[in-house]
Every structure is written in C-alpha cells, then in structure tokens.
C-alpha cells in the first residue's frame, strides 16, 4: 500500500474567520510522476490510487486519504516534483 497524503488545511477571511480549503493531495517525496491514474471530475474514495511516483528507483502509488471529486490536477506524466508539491485539489 502506498502512502496516503491528503492534507486539510484552513485560511482566514476577512474578519478573522477561517473557511476550509478544498483536500490537497501531495507527493510525498520528490521523484517523477510515471502515472496519473485519474481525470478532472472523477469521483475517488479512500485508498483509491491517484498518481504513481517514481522515487529511487521505485514505483510508489499515491492513495487517496479520504473521498471526493478531482478538482484539478496539476501534474502530468514525465514530471519531476519535490516533496509536499501538490499534485491534485479534491472538492
């Protein structure tokens, strides 16, 4: 099983409220993108594999840690990243 690193965070308003921003799903190391497994608007639950990561010589699938629909996806196949990059934004 790969590693599930969806992250909630929250952002202020104006007035000193916070509003949830939408689940992010980051890599969780550097390495390249060898597979997105999903599309925009695709619905995912947990574990689903979203992307697979090619790190030091080996594959890791990236799961989903919680369900919703792919909101955008901002890597591609063949892309290097860094660790923490976020790779797709859930709704």
Same mark, same amino acid.
């Given at each position: 099983m790969?590693?599930?690193?969806?992250t /909630?965070?929250?952002?202020?308003?104006?007035?000193?409220?916070?509003?949830e /921003?939408?689940? &992010?799903?980051?890599?969780?190391?550097?390495?390249?993108? *060898?597979?997105?497994?999903?599309?925009?608007?695709? =619905? *995912?639950? &947990?574990?689903?594999e #979203?992307? #697979?990561?090619?790190?030091?010589?080996?594959?890791?699938? *990236?799961?989903?840690?919680?369900?919703?629909? #792919?909101? &955008? #996806?901002?890597?591609?196949?063949? /892309?290097?990243?860094?660790?923490? /990059? =976020?790779?797709? *934004?859930?709704?």
């Open positions: 790969g590693p599930r690193v969806t /909630q965070a929250t952002k202020p308003e104006a007035g000193g409220k916070e509003r /921003q939408m689940p &992010e799903i980051k890599a969780p190391m550097g390495g390249k993108v *060898i597979k997105v497994s999903v599309n925009v608007g695709d =619905v *995912i639950s &947990e574990d689903d #979203v992307a #697979v990561l090619e790190a030091m010589k080996m594959e890791m699938p *990236i799961l989903a840690e919680e369900e919703g629909t #792919v909101a &955008e #996806v901002k890597v591609s196949a063949g /892309q290097s990243v860094e660790a923490e /990059q =976020v790779i797709m *934004i859930l709704s």
